[in-house]
């Protein structure tokens, strides 16, 4: 039951939250964080600065100024069918923020892949997967607008955050 909670909190980082807000139109919000949150805006990326979880593969975070556009670069090619935007997807991944270097969030430090509908993700995610094949490893670099915007999601993820991904496709459950 543990294993659950813990999927279940870790997808969480990814999804809406749970929210009805339409995750298109909530990325795209430019709103101003709330008074004496930080924002990570105009600062460069930094390389990764925690231990990584057993198995979990290396985050090639591109250092210096941050990504405006999607970063999408295939590190191992997948094999089968490729991932519809539609569908429901079981992966691997590690997230790490931009500016300060630490990962966020893993599903290999739960020793499970999370599994979840593509379209209830971060807009990054929703144009950063489709065409993936099992085993496929891929980096994403997303800009704040296909994250978080500029609220963020304190205390792990400032405002303004580029944040950065390695996805590995382990399962496509449905299209």
Not at 74 to 84: F, R
């Amino acid at each position: 039951m543990a294993a659950v909670v813990a999927l279940a909190v870790g997808a969480l980082v990814l999804t809406r939250g749970g929210d009805d807000t339409d995750m298109t139109s909530a990325s795209s919000t430019t709103t101003a964080p709330p008074a004496g949150s930080a924002s990570a805006a105009g600062k460069p990326c930094v390389g990764v600065s925690d231990e990584l979880p057993p198995g979990a593969p290396a985050v090639p975070v591109r250092k210096g100024a941050p990504p405006e556009e999607l970063v999408i670069e295939d590190l191992q090619l997948g094999e089968g069918p490729p991932v519809a935007a539609t569908a429901t997807i079981s992966v691997n991944y590690i997230g790490v923020a931009c500016s300060t270097g630490k990962i966020f969030d893993s599903s290999y430090s739960r020793n499970q892949p999370a599994t979840f509908p593509l379209n209830g993700v971060i807009q990054g995610w929703q144009a950063g997967i489709p065409g993936m094949k099992v085993g496929g490893r891929r980096l994403l670099g997303i800009p704040p607008e296909q994250a978080y915007g500029a609220a963020g999601r304190p205390p792990d993820i400032l405002g303004d955050e580029t944040l950065w991904f390695v996805v590995e496709v382990v399962g496509i459950d449905s299209a």
